[in-house]
């Protein structure tokens, strides 16, 4: 009889730390740290086809964040904030400008030093050729992938507005290899 008494403690006890457990596991998948697989080679030497990202979706989007968002056709990308709203942005001979001064960006470094090729690894655009605004509506975000000659992103949809943005992506978490936060 005793045994039984301290088998049904244990199930007891181990049900105290099950279902608060359970509880803030699902708070946090399903609300806090959501996961995305990356789809497409877009982001290339960023993510890779068949990455897993974890996703959150509280924190204020900046320049060269990578984020998730849906457009209203039902496709999910997966890209790179390049323009913030209110920003003018152009490419000229793989220099990006925003608001007329020239910005860098680390991330590219191995992409491009990776692509030999004469021909420029972002093509010379502007804002107003694309969009006919010469700068960001409110709401607005410009995103580029960052295998930029693989990449179908504002340069071919236009800017997405904030209310497309699902969230912000922060972690790579499977494959164990690929593990590594995102860089800005």
Do not use: C
């Amino acid at each position: 009889m005793e045994k039984q008494k301290s088998y049904v403690g244990y199930f007891i006890f181990f049900m105290k730390l099950l279902v608060p457990s359970l509880a803030v596991l699902f708070i946090l998948r399903g609300f806090i740290l959501i996961p995305v697989p990356v789809d497409g080679n877009s982001m290339e030497k960023t993510l890779s086809q068949g990455d897993m990202i974890m996703m959150e979706k509280f924190s204020s989007i900046k320049r060269f964040d990578v984020i998730v968002f849906k457009l209203p056709n039902g496709a999910i990308y997966i890209k790179r904030v390049i323009g913030l709203p209110g920003d003018a942005v152009r490419y000229d001979n793989d220099q990006l400008y925003i608001n007329e001064k020239p910005i860098e960006e680390p991330f590219l470094e191995k992409n491009i030093k990776k692509d030999h090729e004469s021909v420029p690894y972002t093509t010379n655009f502007n804002l107003s050729e694309l969009t006919t605004e010469d700068v960001l509506p409110k709401d607005s975000y410009f995103v580029l992938g960052d295998n930029r000659r693989m990449s179908k992103d504002s340069r071919s949809f236009g800017a997405v507005e904030s209310k497309y943005i699902l969230g912000k992506a922060q972690f790579v978490y499977y494959p164990i290899t690929h593990m590594k936060f995102i860089p800005r």
